[in-house]
Each structure stands twice: as structure tokens, then as C-alpha cells.
């Protein structure tokens, strides 16, 4: 352990960027770094489809950032091993699945004080002997973190121990959207947004039928999918929308740089999936002021109450899904004051700036149960 008072903390997770675990460390690192109470290190580990570029960008915006071999558990585990003796950790954060398998074997063989593991959905692909793995990995574990109450709540159920497995919200940069007011949902395009990867996580084409059902009730609005995925999730939501004939209306923006002015220039913001952790997408789509509308699974039931400040449908329900949609394009009232209290809560409960003092306080935590234990050694 380093004998600076200023603990220092390595944030391990996937290299792939597509999901929300790898955004919520990057967030981290860079809120640590500009409130000095901490020293932090962003690893990644490698993956086919980890960007260069990408990795090139953090660096030029001044974020630490390693990177470690993932073409094995035992490659990545045995480099994360000697980052972490070399750097001098003091608490290792392992964000997601797999990773926090892999991340905590590395601290455990390096002898990093502290563990921390941070669980980002409701779920994930845990057979036995990998849910047999994170129990013994909890016993040697500071805290186990869920992103939001409904993942805290799986992980208790996987026999995580309650006194040391708690609930942190995630949050996003709020910045980018504080002039959303400015716009107002009435004077912005009637065209719904969904920002999300193609995955089996995602539900586009139960939008893509709720918007086919618009036609008949004389709505036409354009639908904009914001998001990459592997060509087996993209192509058959493209077959679904030739199929339905909404060629015209439907449009595969790929992975977009500008998330932000797209939501705030469109009157509703979409979520429609099968479960989640807690949306980061969905967030942004509130701070933007849009009227947004989420599946009710766990996760997406803590950012919207349902009514006050989006709309929730249940799961793969097209006709419900179009209801909630045709109230938002039709009722400008409705949807003007369901965009405006979403902004608010975005803002205040969602903020990076609350994630990262809900964070801060707790490593700081850890890193003093950890300094003590080697005082009284």
C-alpha cells in the first residue's frame, strides 16, 4: 500500500465501449481526477472489437488509461496482476461481468488491499460454476455494488452478503443538456428517439411494431435508432422494418457522436428492452427534456415513475407501446410537462457529479478499513 494519504484506485473493465459499464468507469476516472481526493488508473481489457481510436481520445483528453490482453482469463488476469504491483493499488474496482471474475482474481494474486466489485445489470450469463466463483470471490470483497436498488436486489439473491452489498445510482455528464429547457418539446420535431447497441438486450423491434401500428391511427412519425451492434441484431430489425414497409420512416443512424442535440431536437426519447441495470441512455434522454417512455423492468422502474416523468409499458407490448406513444405525439401538454420533470429529475438525482460522491465516500471508506487492518497487522 502506498504511503500517500490519497488512496489510489485502478477501475478494471471491458474495452469494448458499447455498454454502459466502461462509460460509468470512464466517468469515474474523470470526476476523481478533477476532485484530487483520489489517484486513478482506467484499464481496459483488450477485445476484438476494442477501438484504437478510441483509446487514443481518452489519452488526449488527459484520462490514465491502461490496457490489458483479453484473449484469455489468464493473460488479462496475470497483466492486471503486475499493473496492479507495479502502479501500487490500493483498491481495485472491477466493473461488470465478466471482468469482476477476472479483475478480482488479479487483486487477490497482487495483493491489493481492497476489492471492490460493481455489478451493472439485472442479468447476466452466470452459470453455476461462475456464480460458485463470485460467491468465494464476495468473501475477500470490500464492497459489491449494484447500479441501481433492482440490481442490488439480484445480487442479495445470489447470496451476496446484505452488510457489505449496497446500491449506487448511476449517473451521467449533465452539462451537455442544461439548455434542453431552452427548447421547448412543442417547437421540436414529433420524432422518437431510441438510443441503444444492437444486442439481445435491446428490445428495437418491439418499437419498430408499435410505430407500424402508429400508421393506422393516422401517425407518421419518424423513428431514429442510435446505436452499433454485430450484424446479427442489426439485420433482422432492418428485415422488420422492410416488412412493415417503414423503409421511409425508420433510420439507422450507427453509432452517433452527437447524443446529446439529436435529443434535444426531438419531441420523445424510447427505451424499449428486456432488462436492465440503470440506463444511462434512458437518463440522457430525460436530462434532454424529452417525454420518454420505458419498458418497466427493473432498473428502467427507478428512473421513471410512471406518469410524473415518463410513460412505463410492459415488456414486448407493442399496442401498449404505441398507446404511450400516440398520447406523447398527439397531447402536446402532456408531453411538454412529462419533458420538463424529467429534465429536473435527471438533473438532480442522476447527476455524475452524485455518482461520483456516492463513490468517492465509499472507496474512501475502503481504503481506510484497508489502512487500518495493515496498522493493526
Known amino acids: 500500500m502506498t504511503t500517500d494519504l490519497r488512496p489510489r484506485v485502478i477501475h478494471f473493465v471491458t474495452g469494448g465501449f458499447s455498454g454502459g459499464a466502461t462509460q460509468v468507469a470512464i466517468a469515474l476516472v474523470n470526476a476523481a481526477r478533477e476532485g484530487g481526493r483520489m489517484e486513478t488508473l482506467l484499464v481496459l481489457r483488450r477485445k476484438r472489437r476494442t477501438d484504437p481510436a478510441r483509446i487514443e481520445e481518452l489519452r488526449a483528453t488527459g484520462v490514465p488509461v491502461a490496457v490489458v490482453p483479453g484473449w484469455s482469463h489468464a493473460a488479462t488476469v496475470v497483466a492486471l496482476a503486475r499493473l496492479c504491483r507495479r502502479w501500487g493499488a490500493d483498491v481495485l474496482v472491477a466493473h461488470g461481468f465478466s471482468e469482476h471474475l477476472w479483475g478480482r482474481y488479479a487483486g487477490l494474486l497482487a495483493g491489493v488491499p481492497a476489492l471492490v466489485h460493481v455489478e451493472h445489470n439485472t442479468r447476466e450469463r452466470y452459470t453455476g460454476w461462475r456464480r460458485a466463483q463470485t460467491r468465494w470471490l464476495a468473501r475477500r470483497t470490500a464492497r459489491i455494488v449494484g447500479c ?169 407490448d407493442a399496442p401498449a407501446l404505441a398507446d404511450a406513444l400516440e398520447r406523447l405525439l398527439r397531447d402536446d401538454a402532456v408531453a411538454a410537462r412529462l419533458g420538463a420533470a424529467a429534465h429536473a429529475r435527471a438533473l438532480s438525482h442522476f447527476s455524475r457529479e452524485r455518482m461520483h460522491a456516492d463513490y468517492e465516500r465509499m472507496l474512501l471508506d475502503v481504503a481506510a478499513e484497508a489502512r487500518a487492518r495493515v496498522s493493526a497487522a
Open 148 to 316: 441501481s436498488e433492482g440490481v442490488r436486489q439480484v445480487l442479495l439473491g445470489m447470496g451476496m452478503p446484505p452488510e457489505r452489498t449496497l446500491a449506487i445510482s448511476n449517473g451521467i455528464r449533465v452539462a451537455p443538456f442544461v439548455d434542453a429547457p431552452s427548447r421547448p418539446v412543442a417547437s421540436r420535431e414529433r420524432g422518437i428517439v431510441m438510443v441503444a447497441r444492437f444486442s439481445r438486450q435491446k428490445d428495437h423491434a418491439t418499437l419498430v411494431r408499435a410505430v407500424a401500428l402508429l400508421r393506422g391511427r393516422g401517425l407518421h412519425p419518424p423513428l431514429l435508432f442510435a446505436g452499433a451492434g454485430k450484424p446479427m441484431h442489426v439485420r433482422p430489425v432492418e428485415r422488420l422494418v422492410e416488412e412493415l414497409g417503414l423503409a421511409g420512416q425508420v433510420h439507422f443512424l450507427g453509432l452517433h457522436r452527437g447524443v446529446p442535440d439529436l435529443l434535444m431536437g426531438h419531441r420523445i426519447g424510447v427505451l424499449s428492452t428486456h432488462y436492465e441495470g440503470m440506463p444511462l441512455a434512458l437518463i440522457e434522454a430525460m436530462a434532454a427534456g424529452c417525454a420518454v417512455v420505458g419498458t418497466a423492468v427493473p432498473g428502467v422502474r427507478e428512473v421513471i415513475r410512471d406518469g410524473e416523468d415518463g410513460l412505463l409499458v410492459p415488456e414486448n
